[in-house]
Nanobody, 115 residues
């Protein structure tokens, strides 16, 4: 069974930084694209960043230049380094992958950007 467990969220002031982590198990991690999504109440879940097995990365426009997605295929871990955080980045952040055509999600980690 695929399991994704996020950590690293918290309360941070505008302009601050956070690093999110996602521990993955139950799949051959290095073979699969991995994503970070985020969601705020009443809104659809939004794709923030994606990294494929070869390391190519994509970002939604609002985080380009501020967020960096990375992966450690030895430790089966996914990361999201977030810098210059803005109040509009406040959301619950989720780790995601699709394995054998099934979507798997972690439980999420809350990021709140506020002074």
């Amino acid at each position: 069974q695929v399991r994704l467990v996020e950590s690293g969220g918290g309360l941070v002031q505008p302009g601050g930084s956070l690093r999110l982590s996602c521990a993955a198990s139950g799949l051959n991690f290095r073979l699969y694209p991995m994503d970070w999504y985020r969601q705020t109440p009443g809104k659809e879940r939004e794709l923030v960043a994606r990294i494929i097995s070869g390391g190519s990365r994509n970002y939604t426009d609002s985080v380009k230049g501020r967020f960096t997605i990375s992966r450690d295929n030895v430790r089966n871990a996914l990361f999201l380094q977030m810098s210059n955080l803005k109040p509009e980045d406040t959301a619950r952040y989720y780790c995601h992958t699709k394995y054998r055509e099934i979507d798997f999600w972690g439980q999420g980690t809350q990021v709140t950007v506020s002074s």
